[in-house]
């Protein structure tokens, strides 16, 4: 199905996006154009920063942190609170902002990104109040403490897919542990970030938070070797993850990596297909299938694969596709007409490998202003025996493939043998057998009858190819300290080494 609205009131934004360096907006002397990718069109201009931006952010958040790191943990615990307030304030003008940016359907950026990202700001608000050391029992003779102290600058790169829930996942733990902060987007989804900290900017000390915006290639890489960076934050794809740890092995610095994703549904023999469908279809449809959680392989149980595969792609040629501001859309645009190529290019080397297409697979005609969009239907593969490289490489797209397996070993073999491991997931009747099959997939998260569950508390982050590092949870706060220990000694006697 396609959508036919046709939104009237499309966001423009007249004057270039400034950088935010030391709690000043500070125009850049190029700009680079966001686009629309339900239309095509160019909806805003972005500044391009340049190293010699990086340089004065870094220094920015340099001075800043001076004075931030001092601060009483209950004052930023109000000033996390407030952010968050100040974003739930100004909802009403998010979702509009983040459809347009990168074609989430506006229904979900409004159910989801916002509120998430509000909330992000009140745990890190309430759990830092729990941000303290330990003593270390050494007897009567000392007394030894640790502290997790801030490490400085940080440096928080993000991508384009869920960009106002990624740099409230940077920024509110960095913050809320005493360190300052040096942002930089996505140059395909700039703006939402610039708009998020000129919203909440004035809460905090000039330099606390800063903005540059650019090219990965360039400002990206000069950020992340600047030598007053403490610590790198990225989320992003596996390779560039690859090079900027690169980037950083002089220096030495620690890093959070957040990195791609091949997430595997196994569904055993007795689950309730109904419940397993809705998750099927949020968990690869949801955010265009443009998310690091994707559920990109659903292995289903021999005895079900023929009864799950007909729902599911009936279900997926359902899906109303079209302009991610209609609020009937169901799955907007791909984020851009290269990256929709991709996809595409990836489905037909699927098909051309032995999968055989159940839904989808096309671009679909679109009328008038929607012409110059990127769009994609929703596609389900059928691949039994999971040969493809839709079983292997994530497309980061609303593309499902589903196979069918035997024994429990065959498919944790299957589920495991692929590079990622950020997000697998269980569906059984039996919890006994769910616990068995959780035990042995490797990832860092498995959700058990339930798909996209990410409460704050629960930490979120991969292992193998997709990254070390947990967001979202009390631990995180740890991400961003270094442990600190002071030893005091009571004690005048001495071994006898130099008498
Ligand atoms: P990307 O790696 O192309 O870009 C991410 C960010 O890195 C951008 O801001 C980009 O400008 C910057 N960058 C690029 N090259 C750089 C360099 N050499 N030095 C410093 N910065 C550089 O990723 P993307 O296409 O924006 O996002 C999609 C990827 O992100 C997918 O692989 C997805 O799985 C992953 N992702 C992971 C998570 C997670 O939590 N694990 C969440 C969201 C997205």
Not at 85 to 108: I, S, Y
């Amino acid at each position: 199905m396609t959508a036919t609205h046709t939104a009237t009131a499309r966001l423009t934004l007249d004057a270039p996006q400034p950088l935010l360096v030391g709690g000043e907006e500070v125009p850049a002397d190029r700009s680079f154009p966001a686009v629309d990718p339900s239309t095509g069109r160019v909806w805003a201009q972005v500044a391009e920063g340049t190293a010699g931006d990086v340089d004065r952010a870094v220094a920015a958040a340099q001075r800043a942190f001076q004075t931030w790191r001092q601060t009483s943990l209950d004052t930023r615990q109000a000033l996390l609170w407030a952010v968050a307030e100040r974003l739930t304030q100004d909802a009403a003008r998010w979702p509009a902002l983040l459809a347009t940016e990168n074609g989430r359907a506006v229904r979900e950026a409004g159910f989801i990104d916002v509120p998430t990202a509000a909330e992000i700001f009140r745990f890190f608000s309430g759990v830092v109040r729990d941000l303290h050391g330990r003593t270390v029992p050494c007897g009567p003779g000392a007394h030894v403490f640790t502290e997790p102290r801030p490490v400085g600058v940080v440096a928080a790169i993000v991508p384009w897919n869920s960009p106002l829930i990624s740099v409230a996942h940077k920024l509110a733990p960095a913050l809320a542990a005493g360190n300052t902060v040096v942002v930089k987007p996505s140059e395909l989804a700039s703006v939402s970030t610039v708009e998020f900290v000129r919203l909440v900017q004035d809460l905090f000390p000039p330099g606390v938070v800063n903005v540059v915006t650019g090219f990965g290639h360039d400002v990206g890489r000069a950020l992340v070797s600047h030598p007053g960076v403490a610590k790198v934050s990225f989320t992003g794809g596996t390779e560039t993850g690859r090079r900027i740890l690169g980037d950083v092995a002089d220096r030495l610095i620690p890093t959070v990596m957040e990195l791609g994703g091949k997430g595997s549904m196994v569904v055993c023999p007795d689950a309730d297909l109904s419940t397993v469908t809705e998750d099927v279809l949020t968990g690869i449809f949801a955010a265009n299938g443009e998310v690091c959680f994707a559920s990109s392989r659903l292995m289903v149980h021999r005895d079900r694969y023929d009864e799950l595969l007909e729902r599911v792609a009936a279900r997926a040629d359902a899906i109303v596709v079209g302009d991610a501001l209609d609020p009937a859309t169901q799955l907007g645009p791909l984020i851009t007409a290269g990256h929709r190529d991709v996809v595409a290019k990836r489905v037909q080397a699927a098909l051309s490998e032995g999968a055989e297409l159940r839904a989808g697979g096309r671009t679909p005609e679109m009328s008038e202003e929607l012409a110059g969009g990127s769009y994609y239907r929703p596609t389900v593969l059928a691949s039994p025996d999971g040969l493809t490289c839709a079983s292997r490489e994530e497309f980061f797209g609303p593309v499902l493939t589903v196979e069918a397996w035997t024994s429990e070993d065959e498919v944790v073999d299957r589920v495991n043998r692929v590079a990622y491991g950020l997000a697998n997931g269980v569906w059984s009747a039996d919890l006994g057998q769910a616990h068995r099959l959780a035990d042995r997939l490797d990832s860092g998260m498995v959700w058990v009858n339930t798909w996209f569950a990410t409460p704050l508390g629960q930490p979120q982050g991969g292992v193998k190819a997709s990254g070390f590092g947990r967001e979202g949870a009390t631990a995180t706060l740890l991400e961003y300290t270094a442990t600190k220990v002071v030893h005091t000694s009571f004690d005048t006697t001495r071994p006898p080494m130099w008498t």
